[in-house]
């Protein structure tokens, strides 16, 4: 149940991603609320990666599933 709100929520975050020629694939959500993704494409390899996941990913999510605690990078 976690992980299908988790995914449904990085939907919404995937065209922002993809205009800036990225992506984001979702890898495991732990029973405690430890999301790990996999930033890829442009995203992958760009110097302010973990800026967006943090302040940006993270951020939608703990607002978008409460029960989301940290997202990492796998």
Excluded: H, W
């Excluded at 992506?23 to 405690?32: F, G, Q, R, T």
């Excluded at 390899?45 to 940006?56: E, F, N, R, V």
């Amino acid at each position: 149940m976690l992980f299908e709100q988790v995914k449904s929520a990085i939907e919404n975050v995937r065209p922002s991603l993809k205009a800036d020629g990225g992506d984001i694939e979702l890898v495991s959500v732990s029973d405690d609320g430890v999301v790990k993704v996999r930033l890829t494409g442009a995203c992958g390899a760009c110097p302010y990666s973990m800026m967006t996941l943090k302040q940006g990913i993270e951020a939608y999510l703990k607002k978008a599933v409460p029960q989301v605690k940290e997202v990492k990078q796998a």
